[in-house]
């Protein structure tokens, strides 16, 4: 049963960093074809991908956000880590991981999700 | 950048059929997939490349494909499916992309 939970701070000022990590289980990010994306939602607003990293540590990042956003993996932990630089209110969303299909570039199983807001 | 598009809303009766759609903004289109997202909760794949359905999904999901459009049908609208539908693509630099969204309302 593959499982993802997200965790990172609920709380952010403006132009700091924020640092979510991804914990799952029941899959191993060495698998070839796996992947582990990263998803965020502003309250009441549509979803936005974000990022995806692969099990041979391949990175794609939205083209909007690329310049901020960094993604790594720690196989032996079973996590991986989005830091996006720079936060600004317009930022406030929940963010989701989610567990990308070895064959179909497709996210079918998802974290619960963890809201952030960013706010002085 | 590539874009999908999608209705803001669809409403249906019960017991009908509700069809919702995603157009891409370009060709080649990509394998499209089809998420329900319900108040609170994390999305949940109904519909994978196109049309296929995950182990679980009610048979009243199904999904089509035409040129560069495609549908999420669900027939037999249950007042259950109330909840906000993402089409989901890929563009052919490795981007994903979700479509902009559809709230389904049962009447």
Redesign the interface.
């Known amino acids: 049963q593959i499982t993802l939970k997200e965790s990172g701070p609920t709380l952010v000022k403006p132009t700091q960093t924020l640092t979510l990590t991804c914990t799952f289980s029941g899959f191993s990010l060495s698998t070839s074809g796996v992947g582990v994306?990263w998803?965020r939602q502003p309250p009441g607003k549509?979803?936005?991908?974000l990022a995806?990293i692969y099990w041979d540590d391949d990175k794609?990042y939205?083209?909007?956000l690329k310049s901020r956003l960094t993604i790594t993996k720690d196989t032996s932990k079973n996590q991986v880590v989005l830091t996006m630089t720079n936060m600004d209110p317009v930022d406030t969303a929940t963010y989701?991981c989610a567990h990308r299909?070895a064959i179909?570039?497709?996210?079918?199983i998802?974290?619960?999700?963890t809201m952030v807001t960013v706010s002085s | 950048?590539y874009e999908l598009t999608q209705p803001p809303s669809v409403s249906v009766s019960p017991g009908q059929t509700a069809r919702i759609t995603c157009s891409a903004d370009a060709l080649p289109k990509?394998?499209a997939?089809w998420?329900q997202?319900k108040p609170g909760q994390?999305?949940?794949?109904v519909i994978?490349?196109d049309s296929e359905r995950?182990s679980g999904i009610p048979e009243r999901f199904s999904g089509s494909s035409s040129g560069t459009t495609v549908t999420l049908t669900i027939s037999g609208v249950q007042a259950e499916d109330e909840a906000d539908y993402?089409c989901?693509?890929?563009d052919s630099s490795?981007?994903?992309?979700?479509?902009?969204?559809t709230k389904v309302t049962v009447l």
Not at chain 1, 104 to 108: G, I, K, L, Q
Not at chain 1, 110 to 113: C, D, F, I, K
Request: aromatic content about 26%; glycine content about 12%.
């Open positions: 994306g998803i549509a979803l936005e991908w995806l794609r939205s083209p909007s989701y299909l179909y570039d497709v996210f079918d998802w974290g619960q999700g | 950048s990509q394998y997939y998420y997202q994390a999305p949940v794949l994978y490349k995950p993402y989901q693509s890929v490795g981007t994903y992309v979700f479509g902009t969204g």
